[in-house]
Nanobody, 123 residues
Framework: QVQLVESGGGLVQAGGSLRLSCVAS????????MAWFRQAPEKEREFVAA???????HYADSVKGRFTISRDNAKNTMLLQMNSVKPDDTAVYSC?????????????????WGQGTQVTVSS
């Protein structure tokens, strides 16, 4: 059974940092893309960042320069380093894996999802 489990969320002050982890089990994802999405209350799920198997990264404009996505294929793990966080970053952050089409920014593209971890940024 494939599972993606996120951790690292919590409460942080604006300007602070958090590091989210996504650990995969049940199979390896070293030859596919993985991504982070987030969903704030009463808003649609939105793309945050993606990383291809090659290591190429893509970021939403809203997080570019502040967040860094990375992966450790040996540990079947993906990370999201969040720096200079803002109250607008408050959301449930979920990891996703194995896109089935070319659009890495679309949540509909991904086959596997984690349950999510809450990130709350206080002002």
């Amino acid at each position: 059974q494939v599972q993606l489990v996120e951790s690292g969320g919590g409460l942080v002050q604006a300007g602070g940092s958090l590091r989210l982890s996504c650990v995969a089990s049940g199979r390896t994802f070293d030859h596919t893309a993985m991504a982070w999405f987030r969903q704030a209350p009463e808003k649609e799920r939105e793309f945050v960042a993606a990383i291809r198997w090659s290591g190429t990264t893509h970021y939403a404009d809203s997080v570019k320069g502040r967040f860094t996505i990375s992966r450790d294929n040996a540990k079947n793990t993906m990370l999201l380093q969040m720096n200079s966080v803002k109250p607008d970053d408050t959301a449930v952050y979920s990891c996703a894996a194995e896109p089935t089409d070319w659009n890495l920014t679309s949540p509909r593209a991904y086959k596997y999802w984690g349950q999510g971890t809450q990130v709350t940024v206080s002002s």
